[in-house]
């Protein structure tokens, strides 16, 4: 079993950066970044590979948001920059451990791991 932690996030105002951090207590293969506010659907936000070769965005993040890994620290984070009041949900770190180096998943059912996730506010 992998547990992940996240660590990041805050309140800001809209513009800012925060950067969001997520440990693994083991090997993974793909990662990934959803989020969640108060009676919606978890949504998907970005994922990774492996290798980092490969990632994915979803297209009200595209150009703000960078996902990136560190595997040697078994660590994902997610750079947000130009945040936005709709940014504004907890975010949740996943992960699993499916085999593969190639474009990564954006279904939530994919991914095993999840975190407890953490706090992003963006007042106005």
């Known amino acids: 079993q992998v547990q992940l932690v996240e660590s990041g996030g805050g309140l800001v105002q809209a513009w800012d950066s925060l950067r969001l951090s997520c440990a693994a207590s083991g090997r993974t293969s793909y990662m990934g970044w959803f989020r969640q506010t108060l009676g919606e659907e978890r949504e998907f936000v970005a994922a990774i590979s492996r290798s980092g070769g490969y990632t994915a965005y979803a297209d009200s993040v595209k150009g703000r948001f960078t996902i990136s890994r560190d595997n040697a620290k078994n660590t994902v984070y997610l750079q947000m920059n130009s945040l936005k009041p709709e940014d504004t949900a907890i975010y949740y770190c996943?992960?699993?451990?499916?085999?593969?180096?190639?474009?990564?998943?954006?279904?939530?059912?994919?991914?095993?791991?999840w975190g407890q996730g953490t706090q992003v506010t963006v007042s106005s």
């Open positions: 996943a992960a699993t451990y499916y085999p593969g180096d190639g474009q990564p998943p954006i279904e939530r059912h994919f991914y095993v791991y």
